[in-house]
């Protein structure tokens, strides 16, 4: 994240120069504040926390519930009506989530130490469903670039901050010491995986909208859980593979229901 502050800030000074930032209230500026903290802050920070204690496979499978809770969370806060196909789509995501999660488990010891990590990525999926339906209805008030590099900053703000609670703030150099060689690793991460993504995710959303750009995100758990078998060598059992296919036709299902 220092490594990609820049690139927001220098982003931003450049849309309000030439005059392209979008006047917005404080309020809207105050939710998109708390979208960064949530969205990038927060939910990056459950999901680190439970890979601790599950594998990135079932971790993914967990994430995939993002795209059905998106439509729970316009159920549930802005009306919008859940159709019966809506609904099957929703009960076959979790009979595929529960398939694979109950295949993981009996491989898991301790099974307390699972449970809590389960219950860290799924937090972390609920608050990247909220942040994708709020970036959803903020995008079109302040305008996408302005919404990413405001949402970004307060997420960076959130990192330092907590960084500084837990470490000393002289061990950030050992992480950008060019000479250490996990720095290429934090080079990419900060631009290929950071900055450039979140300014096509906010782009995306845009011109789809947060439903349909759910679904079309989905392709990250999916990617990862054949990642983490091939590169990682985490196994992956035939009711993981079940549940995954389950999950999947939920999340087309929900698609199509639209």
Not at 104 to 119: A, D, R, Y
Request: hydrophobic fraction near 50%.
């Amino acid at each position: 994240m220092l490594l990609s502050l820049p690139f927001y800030v220098i982003i931003l000074w450049a849309i309000k120069r030439n005059g392209k930032a979008i006047q917005a209230s404080n309020k809207i500026y105050l939710w998109a504040i708390s979208m960064g903290l949530l969205g990038y802050y927060l939910s990056s920070l459950f999901d680190f926390i439970g890979l601790q204690y599950i594998s990135a496979g079932i971790e993914r499978i967990i994430l995939f519930v993002y795209p059905t809770l998106a439509v729970l969370i316009n159920f549930w806060f802005f009306k919008i009506p859940i159709i019966k196909r809506q609904w099957w789509a929703i009960m076959v995501t979790y009979i595929g989530i529960g398939l694979a999660y109950w295949s993981e488990m009996k491989q898991f010891q301790h099974t307390e130490l699972f449970i809590f990590g389960s219950s860290m990525v799924l937090l972390c999926g609920i608050t990247y469903a909220i942040y994708l339906v709020g970036t959803g209805k903020l995008i079109p008030k302040m305008g996408a670039t302005q919404y990413t590099s405001i949402a970004m900053l307060s997420a960076s703000a959130g990192i330092f901050t907590h960084f500084c609670i837990t470490e000393p703030i002289g061990s950030i150099h050992q992480y950008l010491d060019p000479n250490n060689p996990i720095f290429i690793y934090v080079i990419g991460l900060a631009l290929c995986a950071t900055v450039i993504p979140s300014f096509l995710l906010s782009t995306g959303m845009k011109r789809i909208g947060s439903n349909d750009l759910a679904i079309v995100t989905s392709i990250g758990p999916v990617a990862t859980l054949f990642q983490a078998r091939y590169l990682l060598n985490e196994p992956f059992s035939l009711l993981q593979i079940l549940g995954t296919v389950l999950v999947i036709i939920g999340v087309l299902m929900v698609k199509r229901s639209e």
